[in-house]
């Protein structure tokens, strides 16, 4: 009963133990997995992060100088950073945005990244 | 007396799992089970055909949201054995430190679900708002909150800063703080004992018969866990299993809450005993070719390889030539694993085994999972007959069913 009275008094006064949404939105810490980018300039089509990512969604055609990824089937493990010898590939602590056309991710892939570089 | 046939799951309102039981039931009271498995395989361990050994280690994490880094760690120390790979102290104990948070961020969802099977809501969001704090610790440290991807075979891919392992034995104290106020609720309350004890009572001698594995087995009286096996850091931290003996879904429920604050001090002295150094071996026995592994799942050579190697079980590993980088992050292991190894973790539900063959080609040819509550069904199926249906839901919570592991 005295348990009872304190816990009902302390929550009285305690403030919001859950966070008001639209207004306060929960970040992501450093280091956070997030999306994953690709500084196509640096890029020298090796096809490293192709061989070595685990749920095979990029596809580089070293040919054609582009480098695609399935946004969608991508995991977000982060190998493709850690193998990629020339560092362009990077990942920032930001959710991939929802997207409202479910055909359009699965088949497109949303973010999907292409480049044609000039090689000879 | 007519019986009627009940199917409880795939879909039930108080399983996250989709078990499915058909219960024969005569009177409110239950007479049989009968349990249906496979409604979500997904065939993961095929997958080891297409995919080389390294990218194994992150398909093996998705068998279980829940403890993804166990099953890496236990993947990881199969490949280790099989290759003959000496992980650096400091990624053993970074292991037993994520692998320690994740047990005690399982057994904290478990503690909530488990409130929730018997109606206590509040009590279910209490542990699930405790439980935040480690999802917290683990994006902080890992780079995600659950599938946490620090595991790869030679040792792990991120390290802890000092002020990390600060901030993280901060959050320790404070959450253990919050768990300790919840002990009386969830241990002594009269409506929880009341629906916990004596409800799917496991006998000391059927738990052994059964081949229970985990808190069903520590509920029951025995001392076994495979944490005692000494695998990551655990030969040099010590460790001391958490027994109770009643047997019951209480008892269960007090193994998992002790557990909880025994991983608490397992993390704060690992922390404290953690040797500085690298965190990943980088070995190379052996050329890597680096086909793409789109176009592989060439059964037919591993088939033809495997013919050839038939008489051949174990296989010394050529001595790997040890190179460890000072403060390396990412493991480089190359070469081709061949041999066989048997690899045991503790799991927050029980013991996880992992059957390993490599055939000396960069696909291994065989990954064979055995997860924990594979082996706790059939206790389960002894318990549940003479409980009353009222009762299904909270006796099959309190053996932390994982159907989605056990189906892979
Ligand atoms: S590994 Fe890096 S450089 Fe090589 S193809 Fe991928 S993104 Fe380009
Ligand atoms: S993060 Fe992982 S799944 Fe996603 S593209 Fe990179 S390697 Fe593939």
Redesign the interface.
């Known amino acids: 009963m005295f348990n009872m009275t304190k816990n009902v008094v302390a929550n009285l006064f305690a403030k919001s133990?859950t966070r008001l949404y639209p207004f306060a939105v929960r970040g992501?810490?450093?280091?956070?997995?997030g999306t994953l980018h690709i500084n196509i300039d640096e890029c020298i089509f090796c096809?490293?992060c192709?061989?070595?990512?685990?749920?095979?969604c990029i596809a580089v055609d070293n040919k054609a100088g582009t480098w695609t990824c399935e946004a969608m089937s991508c995991?977000?493990?982060?190998?493709c950073v850690?193998?990629c010898p020339t560092g362009c590939l990077s990942m920032t602590n930001d959710h991939r945005q929802v997207a409202t056309e479910k055909q359009t991710m699965s088949y497109q892939g949303v973010p999907k990244k292409k480049k044609k570089e000039a090689a000879e | 007396m007519a019986r009627t046939i009940l199917p409880f799951g795939p879909q039930h309102p108080v399983l996250p799992e989709p078990l499915h039981l058909k219960l024969t039931i005569e009177n409110e009271i239950v007479v049989e089970a009968l349990p249906t498995l496979g409604y979500v395989h997904r065939g993961l361990e095929k997958l080891c055909e297409v995919r080389d050994f390294n990218q194994m280690v992150q398909i093996v994490e998705r068998v279980c949201g829940i403890c993804s880094c166990l099953h890496a760690l236990c993947y990881c120390e199969g490949i280790e054995e099989i290759m003959g790979i000496e992980v650096p102290r400091r990624a053993k104990y970074l292991r037993t430190i994520w692998g320690e948070l994740h047990r005690v961020h399982s057994h904290l969802l478990w503690l909530g679900l488990f409130a929730d099977a018997f109606g206590f809501e509040s009590l279910f969001m209490q542990f699930w708002r405790v439980r935040e704090r480690i999802m917290d610790i683990m994006e902080a440290t890992c780079g995600n909150r659950v599938v946490v991807s620090v595991n790869v075979v030679g040792g792990v891919r991120r390290d802890l800063s000092p002020e990390q392992c600060q901030w993280i034995e901060q959050q320790l104290i404070i959450s253990e703080k919050e768990i300790r106020q919840l002990q009386t609720t969830i241990l002594n309350d009269y409506t929880v004992k009341k629906r916990c004890c004596g409800k799917g009572v496991l006998t000391k001698e059927q738990a052994y018969q059964l081949g229970a594995v985990g808190p069903m087995l520590r509920g029951s009286g025995w001392a076994q866990d495979a944490r005692q096996t000494g695998y990551a850091a655990f030969g040099e931290l010590g460790f001391e299993p958490i027994v109770e003996y009643d047997g019951d879904s209480y008892a269960r429920c007090a193994v998992r809450f002790r557990e909880t604050l025994q991983s608490f001090d397992i993390v704060r002295l690992a922390i404290a005993r953690m040797p500085a150094g690298e965190t990943a071996a980088t070995v190379d026995s052996g050329s890597d070719d680096d086909t793409p592994t789109t176009i592989t799942g060439n059964r037919g050579n591993i088939i033809q390889s495997y013919n050839r190697d038939k008489h051949h079980h174990i296989t010394a590993a050529p001595p790997p030539n040890l190179d460890i980088p000072a403060g390396a992050l990412a493991a480089k292991v190359k070469g081709k694993p061949d041999g066989e190894a048997v690899t045991r973790v503790e799991q927050p539900r029980g013991e996880l085994m992992y059957y390993l063959k490599g055939d000396g080609s960069k696909h291994m040819d065989r990954v064979r999972i055995r997860t924990p509550t594979f082996a706790n069904i059939p206790p389960l199926l002894a318990m549940l007959p003479g409980c009353e249906l009222a009762d299904v839901p909270v006796i099959v919570l309190s053996i932390d069913p994982c159907i989605s592991c056990t189906e892979r």
Do not use: A, L, N
């Not at chain 1, 992501?28 to 997995?33: D, N």
């Not at chain 1, 192709?50 to 095979?56: A, D, G, R, T």
């Open positions: 133990s992501h810490f450093e280091g956070f997995r096809r490293t192709m061989i070595k990512c685990p749920s095979q995991v977000y493990c982060g190998v850690d193998v």
